[in-house]
C-alpha cells in the first residue's frame, strides 16, 4: 500500500510538472509503468528537486521572498534562487512585483491549491497515522470554518490545541458548500463546520451544536421597539452574507414559498461586518442567534423572525477515508470538546 501510495504521488507531482497552462488540460502521458516503452512528455523526477515545491508553497503563501526564505528556514540568496529555478521548471514567471507586493500569476494560481494539496498528502504519506501522538506531533491540518463559525469555537478550541497539542497546527479556509463537499473529497481539506451541506455516502458528519436564525439591526433602527411583523420585515432593505448558505436555506427559500423576497441593498463576504453596518444604517439582516448574541455589542438588537423557520443543527463534516484515522479522531474530538466548554453553545436556541 506505501509503495502505491507513493507512485501515485510522484505520477501526480510529473503532472503538476508538465500541465499545460495554455489549455488548462492535463498533457496526456501514460501513468502506468510499462517496461521498456517510455512515456511521452514524462518528466524525469530524478532531474528535478523536488524541495523546489516546498519553496514554492512558502512564497504562495507569504508572497514575500525573505517571509517564505524563513518559513522553510534557509536563506534568502537560497530562495531567490529557488525562484529562479522554479520559473525555468514552470516557464512562467509566477510572481511578479506590483505596489502591493509579490503577485501570482494565474499559472501560478493554477498550480497553488494542488501543489499545496500534494505536499500534505506527502506529509502524510510520511507519517504514521498509528503512532500518533498528540504531544509530539507536527501535524498541519486544514479545516473549512466562516468567521461566523470561528468566533464561536475556535478561541476555545485553540485553547485546546495549544495544550493538548501543542506542536499541531490549523490552516482555516472559508469556501462555498461546493467547493467545501468537493475539497473533502479531493483531499485537500480535512474537517470542515457548515450546515445543510448536500453530499454523497462518502462524506461523514456529526452535530456539533443547535442554533436558529433571528433578525438584527441597530438599536435606533424603527423596527427595534415592539415585535417585527412579516410586512415590516420585508418593508425595508437587507444585508445578505453571500456565501452563507443558512440565509438562502432558512430565509429565502422559506419566502420565496410564499412568493415573497427580500429587497437585498447589499452583499458582504464576512459575517463579523454585520454588526456595525446595521448599526449606522437602516438595513436588516438574518444570522445566526449564537454568533448575534456573540458579536453583537451595546446597541445590537436581536428579534425573532416574523414567520416559522426551523432550528437547525452545525455540523462536523469530514470524508470516509478518515472514519478510521487516530489523527482525525482525535481533531473530531477536539471539536466536540471545544464545544462542551463553551456553555452558550449548549443551551437550547432562544435562550
Known amino acids: 500500500m506505501g509503495a502505491s501510495?507513493?507512485?501515485?504521488?510522484?505520477?501526480v507531482i510529473r503532472l503538476i510538472i508538465i500541465s499545460d497552462d495554455r489549455s488548462n488540460k492535463i498533457t496526456n502521458i501514460n501513468l502506468e509503468e510499462r517496461k521498456g516503452t517510455p512515456v511521452k512528455n514524462a518528466v524525469n523526477l530524478r532531474s528535478v528537486d523536488l524541495n523546489l515545491l516546498v519553496f514554492f508553497d512558502a512564497l504562495m503563501s507569504e508572497r514575500h521572498v525573505t517571509r517564505a526564505a524563513e518559513k522553510v528556514a534557509i536563506s534568502q540568496p537560497a530562495m531567490s534562487n529557488a525562484l529562479?529555478?522554479?520559473?525555468?521548471?514552470f516557464k512562467d514567471e509566477l510572481f511578479v512585483r506590483t505596489a502591493k507586493g509579490m503577485e501570482p500569476t494565474p499559472r501560478a494560481v493554477e498550480l497553488g491549491m494542488r501543489v499545496h494539496a500534494v505536499l500534505q498528502q506527502t506529509t502524510r504519506l510520511m507519517s504514521s497515522d498509528v503512532q500518533f501522538d498528540p504531544a509530539t506531533s507536527r501535524r498541519d491540518f486544514s479545516a473549512r470554518l466562516s468567521d461566523l463559525v470561528g468566533i464561536l469555537i475556535l478561541p476555545r478550541l485553540m485553547a485546546r490545541?495549544?495544550?493538548?497539542?501543542?506542536?499541531?497546527?490549523?490552516d482555516t479556509i472559508h469556501l462555498s458548500p461546493e467547493q467545501t463537499i468537493d475539497a473533502l473529497e479531493t483531499d485537500r481539506?480535512?474537517?470542515?463546520?457548515?450546515?445543510?451541506?448536500?453530499?454523497?455516502?462518502?462524506?461523514?458528519s456529526e452535530t456539533l451544536f443547535n442554533d436558529r436564525m433571528v433578525c438584527v439591526m441597530g438599536e435606533n433602527h424603527?423596527?427595534?421597539?415592539?415585535?417585527?411583523?412579516?410586512?415590516?420585515?420585508?418593508?425595508?432593505?437587507?444585508?445578505?452574507?453571500?456565501?452563507?448558505?443558512?440565509?438562502?436555506?432558512?430565509?429565502?427559500?422559506?419566502l420565496a414559498e410564499k412568493n415573497l423576497e427580500r429587497n437585498i441593498a447589499l452583499n458582504v463576504t464576512h459575517w463579523l461586518l454585520v454588526p456595525q453596518i446595521v448599526g449606522e444604517?437602516?438595513?436588516?439582516s438574518v444570522m445566526s442567534e449564537r454568533a448575534a448574541r456573540r458579536i453583537g455589542g451595546p446597541g445590537f438588537v436581536i428579534r425573532p423572525l416574523p414567520?416559522?423557520?426551523p432550528s437547525f443543527s452545525w455540523q462536523l463534516y469530514w470524508h470516509r477515508r478518515y472514519e478510521h484515522s487516530r489523527a482525525h479522531q482525535w481533531?473530531?474530538?477536539?471539536?466536540?470538546?471545544?464545544?462542551?466548554?463553551?456553555?452558550?453553545?449548549l443551551s437550547a436556541p432562544g435562550q
Open 189 to 204: 481539506l480535512d474537517i470542515a463546520v457548515s450546515m445543510g451541506l448536500e453530499h454523497t455516502s462518502a462524506i461523514r
Open 161 to 170: 490545541l495549544r495544550t493538548e497539542g501543542p506542536g499541531v497546527s490549523l
Open 307 to 309: 414567520f416559522s423557520t
Open 281 to 284: 444604517t437602516d438595513l436588516l
Open 222 to 254: 424603527p423596527l427595534a421597539q415592539g415585535r417585527l411583523s412579516l410586512k415590516q420585515f420585508l418593508s425595508y432593505p437587507h444585508l445578505r452574507v453571500s456565501m452563507s448558505p443558512t440565509d438562502i436555506r432558512f430565509v429565502d427559500r422559506v
Open 5 to 11: 501510495k507513493a507512485r501515485y504521488f510522484l505520477n
Open 331 to 345: 481533531l473530531r474530538t477536539q471539536f466536540h470538546e471545544a464545544v462542551a466548554a463553551a456553555p452558550w453553545l
Open 84 to 89: 529562479s529555478r522554479l520559473r525555468m521548471l
